[in-house]
Antibody
């Protein structure tokens, strides 16, 4: 059974750097085709994809946020870490991590964490 | 960058109705499209991948079709549990559409 859980601060100040950790079980991020992505959702708004890291350490970023994001993985700890610099109140959102599988096709983000709410305020 | 649009943004329907949601990509994405359902306060749930493949455990009243730039999600007979917001998502980058809220008529 695949599970993912997000952790990190619930409150950050403007201009600070946010660090979120996704801790997962039930799969290995060294298995071919596997990826873990981060997605956020501001209150009352749509989903926004942020970043994704593949089993082979290939990394993809949202073009609009690329300059502020870094995604890394620690395969031995079964964790994926997302950092977002220069936080602003508009970054207030629920942040999710999710498992995906890409081989010849994209199989969607099939298992999601419960999400963690981050508020940006001074 | 490929942009995703959805129509309608809100859809009012009754139990038993056939419901169709459209997702359009600004350029061809072949069949690299997924559909999700999200209920308030919950994480999204994958319904369809590869444009038309039903995720395991998802009721067969959900179906997806399309390729290239135009895709549809159809609910053949709307059930009370289906009132939710639906999002399409393309692959690389993994952009989501703006969502379609299905509410009670």
């Amino acid at each position: 059974q695949i599970t993912l859980k997000e952790s990190g601060p619930t409150l950050v100040k403007p201009t600070q750097t946010l660090t979120l950790t996704c801790t997962f079980s039930g799969f290995s991020l060294s298995t071919s085709g596997v990826g873990v992505g981060w997605i956020r959702q501001p209150p009352g708004k749509a989903l926004e994809w942020l970043a994704l890291i593949y089993w082979n350490d290939d990394k993809r970023y949202s073009p609009s946020l690329k300059s502020r994001l870094t995604i890394t993985k620690d395969t031995s700890k079964n964790q994926v870490v997302l950092t977002m610099t220069n936080m602003d109140p508009v970054d207030t959102a629920t942040y999710y991590c999710a498992h995906t599988l890409v081989s010849y096709y994209y199989y969607g983000m099939d298992v999601w964490g419960q999400g963690t709410t981050v508020t940006v305020s001074s | 960058d490929i942009q995703m649009t959805q129509s309608p943004s809100t859809l009012s329907a009754s139990v038993g109705d056939r419901v169709t949601i459209t997702c359009r990509a600004s350029q061809s994405i072949s069949s690299w499209l997924a559909w999700y359902q999200q209920k308030p306060g919950k994480a999204p749930k994958l319904l369809i991948y590869k444009a038309s493949s039903l995720e395991s455990g998802v009721p067969s009243r959900f179906s997806g079709s399309g390729s290239g730039t135009e895709f549809t999600l159809t609910i053949s007979s709307l059930q009370p549990d289906d009132f939710a917001t639906y999002y399409c998502q393309q692959y690389s980058p993994f952009t989501f559409g703006p969502g379609t809220k299905v509410d009670i008529k």
